[in-house]
């Protein structure tokens, strides 16, 4: 599979979730158990919004030439889907969500793989 193509898929994956959290925050992630006060419902959004820019992020870089800013673009991706990796884990097995949950640490655990690949592994 090529960068763009894992950009793209990363990109719809990330504006679902993002609209979702932004326009029904509650709702989505009680799929998943979790549950949320007014203040969790606020934080589910401003997450919301940045996957929302992220999307943007990966579907413009998607189309880009291979350079330094595509690099550093996927550097910053790779970063960020580790660390939502690690916070969705430590959720997961700290019993905030139910079974479902472990859906999203694969999610994170996979486009964080596919980014550490594509930043570190393969070639340009």
Same mark, same amino acid.
């Given at each position: 599979?090529?960068?763009?193509?894992?950009?793209?898929?990363?990109?719809?994956?990330?504006?679902?979730?993002?609209?979702?959290?932004?326009?029904?925050?509650?709702?989505?992630?009680?799929?998943?158990?979790?549950?949320?006060?007014?203040?969790?419902?606020?934080?589910?959004?401003?997450?919301?919004?940045? +996957?929302?820019? $992220?999307? =943007? /992020?990966? *579907? #413009?870089?998607?189309?880009?030439?291979?350079?330094?800013? %595509?690099?550093? &673009?996927?550097?910053?991706?790779?970063?960020?889907?580790?660390?939502?990796?690690?916070?969705?884990?430590?959720?997961?097995?700290?019993?905030?969500?139910?079974? +479902?949950?472990? $859906?999203? =640490? /694969?999610? *994170? #655990?996979?486009?964080?793989?596919?980014?550490?690949?594509? %930043?570190?592994? &393969?070639?340009?």
């Amino acid at each position: 599979m090529k960068l763009s193509l894992f950009l793209k898929i990363k990109a719809v994956i990330s504006i679902v979730s993002g609209l979702a959290l932004l326009l029904l925050p509650a709702a989505f992630m009680g799929w998943f158990g979790a549950t949320f006060d007014a203040s969790g419902v606020i934080m589910a959004r401003l997450v919301g919004a940045l +996957l929302t820019g $992220i999307a =943007v /992020l990966c *579907w #413009l870089a998607s189309g880009a030439t291979v350079s330094e800013g %595509r690099q550093a &673009a996927v550097t910053g991706l790779f970063v960020a889907d580790t660390l939502g990796f690690v916070v969705v884990l430590i959720g997961q097995l700290g019993g905030m969500m139910s079974g +479902l949950g472990w $859906i999203l =640490v /694969l999610i *994170w #655990l996979l486009l964080a793989l596919g980014l550490g690949y594509y %930043r570190f592994m &393969a070639k340009s």
